[in-house]
């Protein structure tokens, strides 16, 4: 393994297949479990970051089958179309279960995944929704320095990841079926309200829906959104696409420019992006100080009955908590 | 000072004004902060708690001026008509910052707060929201092992309260003023999708936007909220009333009871209780190990800094929080 510094210029510098390598090299450098590497990805981070921030950080999520895959090889090539390079990273949060991600298969993406423009790489395949966060995180940044000014997180509409995603991009888009109405159990608690924009895809499939779908979401985002404090001028916009048919991609990205325009103009990009940081920082701190105290011996000697009493309503939980907080202590 | 294990005895076994006295001093001794006091607190909350669970818990909030308080005193004198003992809780996020609780005002409540059956307890007046609603879990469950059997726990609809309220109590109430739609920005994030009931208050002041809002909002509940999941066959319900002119109540109260009916039937009320209960462990736990790991000197040393270079870009967030984390292990 090369030097982190110098693996550092390859990413930055080093042009076509070397640099693609590099990229790779690096990503896997990133996401190694080995305490030896993480003192290099750390090295390898930092001379990195002065080259990163320059992207535009999309986020995307939606159910299995609504077409994301389709989507984002219609809006890869447009995107490159217009002179852009576009890396595609993403958090598969079951990836960690089937030992393997079928999200970041590249076949989903024939012509993307080819071209030498873009850059897909798959989930991390191991560890929990915050390691495999992490290392998302850290991999936007190696694409970034190395020169990808469009990069897409994906994620599957299953589970918390989400949220992992909304708070690592500057805009989170949620794809719907045009199915809405009683049948749209499917979004979660809490991500509709992360949604800068809605897309309808297949809308194609049954116009009538998509309509119906535009129109509820519409007044939906219009009850259950906070605009005029998050997202300044901008009010989340639902638009309908059909990603097989390759319509409505350049009325997505017009939209997509429109809140890039508002958000940056009322500086919210970098404050957003400065927000992340921080609460991405005690995200990973807290996670490290749950992880210490559950492995801390007296606390694995007590919990397991602490946990039947708080659950069978004979301890307080408060009592619970406390007895668990000064036996770590007392034992330290 | 009575012992704890007395002043148990005198709480649940107590009549009329010995017993108020021997909750307000229950109360007085789990809000206090002293250390010798919290031991007899423990003590006191383990003899109280076999004799709890038996009580409704019923969660209201809205914004101010949306009439919670009359609404509460209608509510409360109509459950006591019943032969209910109503107890009212409040937490006031602001009441830390003001020193003093205005939600938990008697003088809200004339008639209420006179009632031999009725028990109004303002806001404990500091500690964070986590304290806070600590307080006032347990405040609950001196309530209930007095006999109160329906505890109505009130917050007002800004700040982070509701999520509390909700996790306390076996039904969440959301009360709305008749002008949905694009007025509704007041709605925080992700409080709607706590709604198990939303209740339009002062419907009779606009007719016809009452029945609009009622019409929006149960179109929005049914994108937003996960029914047949953490509900069973519960779907969210949108009611009209007017506290003021003291319709709906009975109305109101038959949904809570439906809702009860159901969820118990289901054996979903005692899951979301045990539920509650380890999620409101691992919050205090979780707030103990921030707090000391906030306090620990070599964190104090670093922490300034590193939150400046990671909010400017120079330092990615996950190495700040290994670093963070390192220290804090190296120098114990």
Redesign the interface.
């Known amino acids: 393994m090369n030097s982190p510094l110098a693996l550092a210029e390859q990413v930055r510098c080093g042009t076509a297949v070397p640099q693609r390598r590099a990229i790779a090299k690096a990503i896997t450098l990133l996401e190694s479990t080995r305490t030896d590497h993480?003192a290099q990805a750390?090295e390898l981070?930092?001379a990195l970051?002065?080259h990163?921030?320059q992207a535009f950080r999309l986020g995307l999520s939606g159910v299995p089958g609504v077409g994301k895959s389709t989507f984002i090889e219609a809006l890869g090539l447009y995107l490159i179309a217009l002179g852009h390079r576009v890396a595609v990273l993403t958090i598969d949060p079951s990836s960690s279960v089937s030992g393997g991600s079928i999200l970041g298969d590249k076949t989903r993406m024939e012509r993307l995944s080819v071209h030498e423009k873009a850059y897909i790489r798959p989930s991390p395949s191991s560890g929990t929704l915050g390691g495999v966060a992490?290392k998302t995180?850290?991999a936007m940044?190696v694409c970034e320095a190395a020169g990808y000014d469009i990069v897409i997180v994906e994620t599957v509409g299953v589970g918390q990841s989400e949220t992992a995603v909304a708070g690592m991009t500057d805009m989170f888009v949620l794809m719907q079926l045009p199915n809405?109405?009683?049948d749209?159990?499917a979004?979660?608690?809490?991500v509709?309200?992360l949604a800068d924009l809605v897309a309808i895809n297949k809308a194609d499939l049954d116009p009538d829906a998509a309509v119906r779908a535009q129109a509820?979401?519409t007044?939906?985002l219009?009850?259950?959104?906070?605009?005029?404090?998050d997202r300044g001028q901008w009010m989340p916009q639902v638009l309908q696409l059909s990603a097989l048919r390759n319509t409505g991609v350049d009325a997505f990205w017009a939209a997509v420019d429109r809140f890039r325009g508002i958000q940056a103009a009322e500086g919210r990009l970098q404050a957003r992006?400065?927000q992340q940081?921080?609460a991405?920082?005690?995200e990973?701190?807290?996670a490290?100080?749950?992880q210490?105290?559950r492995q801390h011996p007296a606390v694995q000697a007590l919990l397991p009955q602490?946990?039947v009493d708080?659950?069978a309503?004979?301890?307080?939980?408060?009592?619970?908590?406390?007895h668990?907080?000064a036996a770590r202590?007392q034992a330290?």
Request: a positive charge; charged letters at 30%; zero cysteines.
């Open positions: 993480r750390d981070l930092t970051l002065p990163t921030g992490e995180r850290e940044l809405a109405g009683d749209l159990q979004i979660k608690k809490g509709m309200e509820q979401i007044s939906a219009r009850l259950f959104t906070q605009h005029g404090r992006r400065r940081a921080l991405w920082m005690w990973r701190i807290e490290g100080l749950k210490d105290f602490l946990t708080v659950e309503g004979r301890l307080p939980a408060s009592t619970a908590a406390r668990l907080l202590t330290a």
